[in-house]
């Protein structure tokens, strides 16, 4: 049997505290932080925490601490 899978549109307008957005569980708090181009990575907890307090407040406004740094590639050294 194939399974689908659909997201549900995410309203981060619709939770009232960090408690109840550990409900949604890692994975979908990763998906939301990173949308948003923030740190994805910790606890449960901390990703909820992180998530919540963005409510509200435009990015511009938010720590710089809760950004993700931009991705760097770094150059592999071929030694013969």
């Not at 009232?16 to 990173?34: I, P, V």
């Not at 606890?43 to 720590?63: E, I, M, N, S, Y």
């Amino acid at each position: 049997t194939d399974y689908i899978f659909i997201l549900a549109e995410f309203h981060l307008d619709n939770y009232t505290s960090a408690e109840e957005l550990e409900y949604l569980g890692l994975g979908r708090l990763k998906d939301e932080l990173s949308t948003r181009g923030l740190k994805c990575g910790g606890t449960l907890q901390q990703r909820a925490q992180r998530l919540f307090a963005t409510k509200g407040v435009p990015l511009d406004q938010l720590d710089p601490s809760f950004f993700a740094k931009p991705t760097t590639y770094k150059k592999s050294n071929d030694k013969k």
